[in-house]
């Protein structure tokens, strides 16, 4: 009760913190997707390339993600706005989730009805258009999920390199050893984790091909 | 009438390798317009290369294929495909396209007025005997055999002259696969398309072919009508007629003992 009793009395800045959050992972899981949806395409299409794209994403997230806060603040552009690095930190950890399935939606397209589309002449684009992509919807809005759900915790730790967002609350708990005020970081951030989980997966519901 | 005097395909000396294996070699073969010509043969004699290299699915590695006298590796490949129909053993049909949208993405990403195409998807489901109920349904709504013939209606929307079939009737069980033969016979009285029909089955074959190409390790046996292929005397060709022979006679042996 007491924690309630503190997010109300701080409402305004709950609510700051909060939204600051969103912009960070909003903004981070935009440019994975951005970034990590074509190139999903690109290696479900060019077997050579699906190794080491995979491979290196999959280094990426076995980065401490502390350390590479700390790795990214020297660098120029970026380290003079911690909030850039957030992202860029963030968007690279959700990187793995949406290429992996990006690339393992297409790949399992059914081979049958590609050869029929393309025996029916079909081009490169149509196919990916009108039948790889539509197919693969739902495969791929489940690694965004995966992605959303990882980035909403991890930007906590953002507020480690003066980022923002509800880590803030976490962080000064933890000096202050006061629960409440962790919790009143914890608690919005496991709601906004809950609330893109589900939301997602509604979508991926709704658009998942029969 | 030149062009009418030439094959609507022909194979010039086709070969065929693909990581060091000869799938296909030096096959020569006419198809003349308006027949049915069955490539019969086991798996891996290649008659499904055979039948890709028609809509250059496959390009060949030596020789030429040419469709309406034309070379086909000059056509452009996409235009050459639209006016061919492709018919495959998995039927292939789009899963998330209802079996309207399937039957006329062809018409359609040609550019067909809507009233024409709208006509021309009621027109061909009638053909192959599927009612127009069925025109909302998924394809995992059908049954194997309903699904083959959208394949078929799918394959036919654009009007081609020529028709490829890969196996189309194999997965389908005997009573359906005999209906839909016998549809594809009365379809093909009034059509008149050229088919290339792709079969491991005697039956089928002699059933539907104007001709049979009887294939084996790559290359073509020999060419027969239906009539000669029972009597042949051919090496390949009388130990078709003796492996399909032998189911009925056993079967017959059965009954008497």
Redesign the interface.
């Known amino acids: 009760m007491n924690v309630v009793r503190f997010m109300l009395h701080n409402h305004t800045q709950v609510l700051e913190l909060t939204l600051e959050h969103l912009w960070l992972v909003g903004l981070s899981t935009a440019f994975a997707m951005l970034i990590g949806i074509p190139l999903g395409i690109v290696i479900a299409h060019r077997p050579g390339l699906n190794r080491p794209v995979l491979t290196s994403a999959n280094i990426i997230q076995t980065i401490p993600s502390l350390a590479l806060f700390g790795f990214l603040l020297p660098v120029p552009w970026l380290g003079a706005r911690s909030d850039r690095l957030a992202i860029l930190a963030l968007t690279l950890y959700a990187l793995l989730p949406i290429i992996r399935n990006t690339f393992t939606g297409i790949r399992g397209v059914?081979p049958?009805?590609?050869?029929?589309?393309?025996?029916?002449?079909?081009?490169e684009s149509?196919l990916l258009f009108?039948?790889e992509l539509?197919?693969a919807v739902s495969v791929i809005l489940s690694g965004v999920r995966v992605a959303l759900v990882i980035s909403v915790g991890l930007a906590t730790i953002a507020a480690a390199i003066g980022a923002g967002g509800l880590g803030e609350f976490i962080f000064r708990g933890l000096a202050m050893v006061d629960n409440r005020v962790i919790l009143a970081g914890a608690i919005p951030a496991a709601i906004l984790a809950l609330i893109a989980d589900t939301g997602v997966g509604w979508l991926e519901r709704l658009l998942r091909?029969? | 009438m030149q062009e009418m005097a030439t094959h609507a395909i022909e194979f010039r000396d086709v070969s065929y390798g693909i990581d060091g294996t000869q799938v296909l070699s030096n096959l020569s073969l006419q198809v003349a317009r308006g027949e049915t010509l069955v490539l019969l043969g086991r798996s891996g004699s290649g008659k499904t290369t055979t039948l890709k290299l028609v809509?250059r699915?496959v390009s060949p590695t030596s020789g030429e294929v040419r469709v309406n006298g034309e070379s086909n590796e000059k056509a452009d490949?996409?235009?050459?495909?639209?006016?061919?129909g492709?018919v495959?053993q998995?039927?292939?049909?789009?899963?998330?396209f209802t079996v309207e949208r399937n039957i006329r993405?062809?018409p359609q990403?040609e550019g067909w007025p809507e009233e024409r195409i709208q006509s021309r998807v009621q027109e061909l489901m009638q053909l192959v005997g599927l009612g127009t109920e069925l025109a909302k349904r998924?394809p995992?709504q059908l049954s194997g055999g309903q699904r083959q013939r959208v394949?078929v209606a799918?394959?036919l929307a654009a009007d081609p002259e020529i028709l490829?079939m890969d196996e189309p009737f194999g997965a389908l069980d005997p009573l359906t696969r005999d209906e839909l033969q016998r549809e594809f016979l009365s379809l093909q009285q009034r059509l008149h398309k050229t088919v290339v029909f792709v079969t491991h089955d005697l039956r089928e074959a002699l059933r539907l072919g104007s001709r049979i190409a009887l294939m084996e390790a790559g290359k073509l046996v020999t060419v027969l009508a239906p009539s000669e292929f029972l009597k042949s005397e051919d090496p390949w060709a009388a130990a078709y007629v003796r492996a399909f022979g032998n189911g009925t006679e056993s079967l017959q042996k059965r009954g008497t003992t």
């Open positions: 059914d049958a009805v590609m050869e029929a589309g393309r025996g029916m002449g079909l081009t149509q009108q039948v539509p197919l091909a029969r | 809509n699915l490949v996409i235009r050459l495909r639209r006016h061919i492709y495959i998995e039927v292939g049909l789009f899963p998330h993405l062809v990403i998924y995992h394949g799918r394959a490829l």
